[in-house]
């Protein structure tokens, strides 16, 4: 007759293999801000920017 349907769902339950995030496209809001302030301020005005986008990576799973 065909395949049984527990056949066909064993196909679509499998989980999409993803490809681990680079460190350069991770957290791209907080990367942004502190590069927009660095180059306009000195970094200790930024640090607060600079403290929130590792703290992004971190909680993204890179180790910095």
Do not use: Q, W
Not at 42 to 55: G, N, P, S, V
């Amino acid at each position: 007759m065909g395949a049984s349907p527990s056949a066909d769902a064993s196909n679509t339950s499998k989980v999409p293999e993803t490809k681990p995030k680079k460190i350069c496209c991770a957290c791209p809001i907080t990367k942004n801000a502190r590069d927009a302030c660095i180059p306009e301020h000195d970094e200790d005005k930024c640090k607060y920017l600079i403290d929130a986008h590792l703290r992004c990576l971190r909680d993204e799973g890179f180790d910095v």
